[in-house]
């Protein structure tokens, strides 16, 4: 059984830094496509970023510079580096699997709230 | 970057009746490798986003067959054929043909 696991969400100070981590199990992690997305609460999703297996790393715009996304195949981990956080970071930070061009699995999510 | 736009905002179906909701996107989701990137998802309330369709028309494991998507190039279309308490929630649709990947921004379905 496919599961995602999201951790390393919490409260953070405007330009201050998290990571956010996702464990994978139930599947060959290495072979696909991982990706994050976020979600205001009470608002819709918005795509992050995506890795490619263990190659290209592809962003959306707001946060190129400031997001690293980045996975440890050993350890069947996703991760999200966040720096320079701002107030519109805030959102709960959902990990998925994506295949055949659609996310077919995702995390419960991790909340990220940036103030002071 | 490629908008999806999703109509209506909240659609209030009756239990049994069929529900339909439509997804536009401001360019052609036709990849170079010939496929249409187009998937919908559903998000029940304090649930995360769960896969319904993906390539236009495919059900996703699970789905149950009440469930239909079609359409090509810039428009699409999701149907419930049968409308279940179930499937109370938010619908979006996602285009992962061009990066940035974009979702629609959701549509509401609740019962009358």
């Known amino acids: 059984e496919v599961e995602l696991v999201e951790s390393g969400g919490g409260l953070v100070q405007p330009g201050g830094s998290l990571r956010l981590s996702c464990v994978a199990s139930?599947?060959?992690?290495?072979?696909?496509?991982m990706s994050w997305v976020r979600q205001v609460p009470g608002k819709g999703l918005e795509w992050v970023a995506s890795?490619?297996?263990?190659?290209?790393?592809y962003y959306v715009d707001s946060v190129k510079g400031r997001f690293t996304i980045f996975r440890d195949s050993a350890k069947n981990s996703l991760y999200l580096q966040m720096n320079s956080l701002r107030a519109e970071d805030t959102a709960v930070y959902y990990c998925?699997?994506?295949?055949?061009?659609?996310?077919?699995?995702w995390g419960q999510g991790t909340l990220v709230t940036v103030s002071s | 970057d490629i908008v999806m736009t999703q109509t209506p905002l909240s659609s209030p179906v009756t239990l049994g009746q069929p529900a339909s909701i439509s997804c536009r996107s401001s360019?052609?989701?036709?990849?170079?490798?010939?496929?249409?990137?187009l998937s919908w998802l559903q998000q029940r309330p304090g649930q995360p986003p769960r896969l319904l369709i993906y390539?236009?028309?495919n059900r996703f494991s699970g789905v149950p067959d009440r469930f239909g998507g079609s359409g090509a190039g810039t428009d699409f279309t999701l149907r419930i054929s049968r409308v279940e308490p179930e499937d109370v929630g938010v619908y979006y649709c996602?285009?992962?043909?061009?990066?940035?990947?974009?979702f629609g921004g959701g549509t509401k379905v609740e019962i009358k």
């Open positions: 998925a699997r994506s295949e055949l061009g659609a996310f077919n699995y």
């Open positions: 139930g599947f060959t992690f290495s072979s696909y496509w």
């Open positions: 890795s490619e297996q263990d190659s290209a790393q």
């Open positions: 360019q052609s989701l036709v990849h170079s490798d010939g496929n249409t990137y």
């Open positions: 390539k236009i028309s």
């Open positions: 996602m285009q992962a043909t061009q990066f940035p990947l974009s």
